[in-house]
């Protein structure tokens, strides 16, 4: 199929978000990307699984004390997430 003119990439980034929205896996994997970027390289190099289960998301990490650390944060976690996710995404995480 033929355009006659080039798509915005804003709207190439809405077709996208639909696109994702339309698979629950690749939802699920999308969100989980998110999380190197709302806590940064160094934690997440501590970070060993991650898993979305509904509304909630369990991280797995290396570090008891990161894990207490990151658990006095949660409430701040969830708010960064969620705007880097673009909208309500999750409303806990579980640290392990």
């Known amino acids: 199929m033929k355009r006659s003119e080039p798509l915005r990439l804003g709207s190439i980034i809405d077709m996208m978000r639909q ?3 339309a698979d629950p896996e690749t939802r699920r994997q999308y969100l ?3 999380w190197p970027e709302v806590v940064g390289r160094h934690i997440s190099s501590y970070t060993t699984s991650l898993r979305i289960e509904g509304r909630q998301m369990h991280v797995y990490l290396q570090s008891a004390s990161l894990k207490e650390q990151l658990g006095y944060m949660r409430e701040a976690l969830v ?6 996710a ?3 995404a999750i409303d806990n995480i579980i640290f392990h």
């Open 79 to 84: 708010r960064q997430f969620n705007n880097a």
């Open 86 to 88: 673009g909208e309500n």
């Open 19 to 21: 696109r994702v929205a």
């Open 32 to 34: 989980a990307s998110l």
